[in-house]
């Protein structure tokens, strides 16, 4: 009987990748050292699982505990233990996501996440911006610009995302050359827009931070009202590459409650699973979570771009089909 081939078992990152990546991780646990964050860690597993309609968590079965969730993002632990009293944290962690496979995507990766107390957005920025200066070099990413989410997409996709219409998301992504969706739903659009068009074509000649997003992309973050609301969040790029995505908190329970009530509806519209919201994490907002911003980074984006790699395989050792 023939013998079924062997799987490779040969890492995908060679020596020089590892040996950069660990540089890159013990300047981060340097930099936060020197400004006394606690390094923290909370548990991959959880009984609640992402809400938000654009992830899927994956998930294992406990014997005699049932259905628990790999996370996602350590945010809600991490800020269950803000409102109990912990300060300033960070933590460096392997994160899982279905379905997520490409040249910058693996399924298990690793996600750097901090939380600062009585920053807001703005100042969070200032701070993402000192340590990529300690990771990749300023020369590396300055002059470094912050646009508005609505300034960011009018000059890279030549479209007012405030005011746009179906017809005119439709004419855009035409004129760009991209096929449409079988749904064209206003946001939908948007989010190929912005995907694919003005993304893409953010922080090339220095890193840009795209800010204040419109209240119905807010996601964890507070809302600002205005005409129009925006939200208080900000994304990083760098190369056309999205690094990092941060927030000045949503400290109200009950709106966080409605807003994970509104992703379940997404999510049943869209045919996606229904998933239990994080109980844990609602009740430590009721308790009272700190004013706070945080942020995650996605350190083997950041590990791509030091080593001039072109695919995330390059830098990480075992990806989804050799793990």
């Given at each position: 009987?023939?013998?079924?081939?062997?799987?490779?078992?040969?890492?995908?990152?060679?020596?020089?990748?590892?040996?950069?990546?660990?540089?890159?991780?013990?300047?981060?646990?340097?930099?936060?050292?020197?400004?006394?964050?606690?390094?923290?860690?909370?548990p991959v597993l959880?009984?609640?699982?992402?809400?938000?309609?654009?992830?899927?968590?994956?998930?294992?079965?406990?014997?005699?505990?049932?259905?628990?969730?790999?996370?996602?993002?350590?945010?809600?632990?991490?800020?269950?233990?803000?409102?109990?009293?912990?300060?300033?944290?960070?933590?460096?962690?392997?994160?899982?996501?279905?379905?997520?496979?490409?040249?910058?995507?693996?399924?298990?990766?690793?996600?750097?996440?901090?939380?600062?107390?009585?920053?807001?957005?703005?100042?969070?920025?200032?701070?993402?911006?000192?340590?990529?200066?300690?990771?990749?070099?300023?020369?590396?990413?300055?002059?470094?610009?912050?646009?508005?989410?609505?300034?960011?997409?009018?000059?890279?996709?030549?479209?007012?995302?405030?005011?746009?219409?179906?017809?005119?998301?439709?004419?855009?992504?035409?004129?760009?050359?991209?096929?449409?969706?079988?749904?064209?739903?206003?946001?939908?659009?948007?989010?190929?827009?912005?995907?694919?068009i003005a993304g893409?074509?953010?922080?090339?000649?220095?890193?840009?931070?795209?800010?204040?997003?419109?209240?119905?992309?807010?996601?964890?973050?507070?809302?600002?009202?205005?005409?129009?609301?925006?939200?208080?969040?900000?994304?990083?790029?760098?190369?056309?590459i999205e690094l990092?995505?941060?927030?000045?908190?949503?400290?109200?329970?009950?709106?966080?409650?409605?807003?994970?009530?509104?992703?379940?509806?997404?999510?049943?519209?869209?045919?996606?699973?229904?998933?239990?919201?994080?109980?844990?994490?609602?009740?430590?907002?009721?308790?009272?979570?700190?004013?706070?911003?945080?942020?995650?980074?996605?350190?083997?984006?950041?590990?791509?771009?030091?080593?001039?790699?072109?695919?995330?395989?390059?830098?990480?050792?075992?990806?989804?089909?050799?793990?």
């Amino acid at each position: 009987m023939r013998r079924p081939a062997p799987a490779d078992w040969r890492p995908t990152a060679g020596r020089d990748a590892l040996a950069l990546r660990a540089q890159l991780l013990a300047r981060v646990r340097a930099f936060f050292a020197e400004r006394s964050v606690l390094e923290v860690e909370t548990p991959v597993l959880s009984r609640g699982a992402t809400t938000d309609p654009h992830i899927e968590s994956l998930c294992v079965e406990l014997s005699g505990a049932g259905t628990r969730y790999l996370h996602t993002s350590p945010e809600f632990p991490m800020k269950r233990l803000l409102a109990a009293g912990s300060g300033d944290i960070y933590q460096i962690c392997r994160v899982f996501r279905d379905g997520e496979r490409g040249r910058r995507h693996n399924a298990e990766f690793t996600l750097l996440e901090w939380y600062r107390l009585g920053f807001d957005h703005h100042a969070l920025m200032d701070e993402v911006t000192a340590l990529m200066h300690v990771l990749l070099g300023p020369g590396r990413i300055d002059p470094v610009e912050r646009l508005s989410f609505r300034d960011a997409v009018k000059r890279e996709a030549g479209i007012d995302p405030v005011t746009a219409s179906v017809h005119d998301c439709v004419r855009c992504l035409t004129e760009h050359g991209l096929a449409l969706p079988a749904e064209q739903e206003r946001e939908t659009l948007l989010d190929l827009i912005v995907g694919e068009i003005a993304g893409p074509r953010l922080g090339r000649a220095g890193a840009t931070f795209v800010y204040d997003y419109p209240a119905t992309r807010a996601a964890l973050a507070r809302v600002r009202p205005g005409d129009p609301p925006v939200a208080e969040r900000f994304e990083l790029y760098l190369d056309g590459i999205e690094l990092a995505n941060g927030f000045h908190e949503l400290a109200d329970a009950e709106e966080q409650r409605e807003r994970f009530a509104a992703d379940l509806r997404q999510r049943e519209r869209d045919g996606k699973r229904r998933v239990p919201v994080d109980e844990q994490l609602l009740a430590a907002l009721t308790a009272g979570l700190p004013p706070c911003a945080g942020v995650a980074l996605g350190i083997d984006r950041v590990v791509m771009l030091a080593a001039g790699a072109e695919r995330i395989d390059e830098v990480i050792a075992f990806p989804s089909e050799r793990a």
